[in-house]
């Protein structure tokens, strides 16, 4: 990657001080998403035999966002910075068909994750023979839709080029008003990689809102708070890289001069946001992401503080109640202290809440229909103890 030659020369159309804060928020969004997503891979590295069929959505969606933060960023923030773009016309290209790829496994990824989680809640008897085959090939299907729309331009179908200000590569949107066949690329990558997932995703969740809404069976609650978690990063994601369909198809289907750059700037920004969302909401609130990052965390402060720890035990205060606690798949914590509903045999007297001379017993309280009862967690299944994703 050489500088600018004199007959690619892509110099900024926004103010310096536009380009001068658009490098800045790059720069933060580039080292966030490098701890936020390179963090959870590492955490599913080191739980993969525990791993779950539709957790491999969540590792495949944070690997095409660390994709799109190593090849993107290193560009954007150093031309951002210089006020023009810095590369040649082929880092141009790979940049712009970078972006498109990794741009479109994420969204395809996560409509085919609320497809899986439609298929478990609505249609059980399916979903239960959802196995690590299945995830694996939906994977592996899932870029092979992204990289056909991101090949696409390097055909001849379709035509990559300079974003509208100038300090970075996409697809030309000003290619539709001159070529027929970009018009028709234009067209069904917006249909197929917009319109369609949007569409796929909002009846799924809403399929299993009504399901879970209009069931009374207790198994069906403990799928709330894990649904909650997939949504929430759903419409994190659309919402990120919703302003930039917006000004593209302006720009596509409307007069190209019309649409101001700045608006392209802040589109883009938005856009490159979504590499964010997925590592915040898993990491901070997945019970059994969170309680891993929990005993890395506390590990890694009492090596560097040359501290002594006992096993399943954290010094830090902040991290006790996480590492000293379990949650049941509602989101609910299950804590591991002393409990005040042990039953006390007739013979052995209660001190303080205790039954004297025996351990503790750690209960949990389920729910069935419109009754609750409380019985011990060790006599508790794995399956139920577990997430749903």
């Not at 910075?81 to 969204?107: D, P, R």
């Not at 593209?248 to 920004?269: C, D, K, Q, R």
Request: aromatic content about 14%; some cysteine.
């Amino acid at each position: 990657m050489g500088n600018a030659s004199e007959s690619f020369i892509l110099v900024s159309r926004i103010s310096k001080d536009n380009d001068f804060l658009m490098g800045t928020i790059y720069a933060i969004f580039g080292v966030l998403s490098m701890l936020g997503n390179g963090t959870l891979l590492c955490i599913a590295y080191r739980k993969k035999s525990s791993l779950k069929p539709a957790e491999f959505f969540v590792v495949n969606l944070a690997i095409s966002d660390l994709g799109m933060t190593i090849t993107l960023f290193p560009l954007a923030i150093p031309s951002a910075f210089a006020h023009m773009w810095l590369f040649n016309k082929i880092t141009c290209t790979i940049y712009a068909f970078c972006g498109v790829l990794f741009g479109l496994s994420s969204l395809t990824n996560l409509t085919v994750l609320s497809s899986v989680c439609w298929l478990k809640v609505c249609c059980p008897n399916y979903g239960s023979k959802f196995t690590y085959w299945h995830a694996s090939l939906l994977v592996a299907g899932v870029w092979c839709y992204a990289g056909v729309f991101a090949v696409g331009p390097l055909s001849g179908w379709g035509q990559y080029g300079a974003e509208p200000y100038g300090t970075a590569c996409c697809i030309d949107w000003h290619a539709p008003s001159e070529k027929s066949s970009a018009m028709s690329y234009i067209v069904c990558l917006f249909f197929f990689c917009y319109i369609v997932p949007c569409t796929v995703i909002f009846l799924s969740y809403t399929f299993i809102l009504m399901t879970v809404r209009g069931s009374r069976q207790a198994n069906f609650t403990r799928f709330f708070f894990p649904l909650q978690l997939s949504v929430a990063v759903c419409i994190g994601f659309l919402t990120a890289w919703s302003p930039y369909a917006v000004v593209s198809m302006w720009a596509a289907f409307g007069n190209p001069a019309t649409v101001p750059p700045m608006a392209f700037a802040l589109a883009a920004i938005f856009a490159k946001s979504s590499t964010l969302y997925n590592p915040i909401v898993y990491l901070l609130f997945k019970p059994n992401f969170r309680k891993s990052l929990c005993r890395d965390v506390a590990q890694c402060k009492s090596m560097f503080c040359g501290c002594s720890t006992h096993k399943g035990t954290c010094r830090d205060a902040h991290f006790k109640d996480d590492c000293n606690s379990t949650r049941l798949s509602n989101g609910l914590p299950e804590n591991h202290g002393s409990c005040q509903h042990c039953a006390c045999p007739a013979s052995t007297p209660r001190l303080g809440g205790h039954c004297e001379g025996l351990s503790p017993q750690q209960t949990a309280r389920i729910l069935q229909g419109s009754q609750h009862s409380e019985v011990a967690v060790s006599q508790l299944s794995n399956e139920l103890q577990s997430d749903f994703l």
